[in-house]
């Protein structure tokens, strides 16, 4: 009998929390993951939810934070200036202090296995909050 039979049943160890985040960086699914560990998909994808971690990128330390609306933002006059440009490239107001339609960006890919940013082809140039 596999080491892996004899555990069936028990509390994860480190080597399948390895085994877990190996799968998650070389984007296994999580049935082949699951297939590998012999354990139920559920606690998977508990294991990896209750383990993961939000990532504060340097634009939020810089007090940058981007919306969800950015791209379609028509705003104007937040900071009180007849300037005449849109708020989301004023160089004097953040949008998510003065906006009343503000939304922090998320990532769909979140919400859904594999529930973080580990493999993803896009994390270079999402600017959503992170997950790993």
């Known amino acids: 009998m596999s080491n892996y039979e004899l555990r069936k049943g028990k509390h994860l160890i480190m080597e399948d929390r ?3 985040e190996y799968g998650l960086d070389q984007n296994y699914t999580l049935k082949e993951i699951t297939d590998r560990l012999k354990k139920d998909p559920t606690t998977i994808s508990k294991e990896i939810k209750r383990n993961r971690f939000l990532r504060v990128s340097k634009a939020k330390e810089n007090d940058i934070h981007p919306c969800q609306n950015r791209r379609s933002c028509t705003k104007t006059n937040l900071c009180n200036n007849a300037c ?3 708020c989301k490239k004023c160089a004097f107001i953040n949008c998510y202090r003065a906006c009343n339609e503000y ?3 998320r990532c769909n890919k979140l919400n859904r296995y594999p529930f973080v940013c580990n493999g993803c082809s896009t994390i270079t140039t999402c600017t959503a909050e992170k997950s790993h």
């Open 84 to 86: 005449g440009k849109h």
């Open 18 to 20: 390895l085994i877990i």
């Open 103 to 105: 939304s922090i960006k």
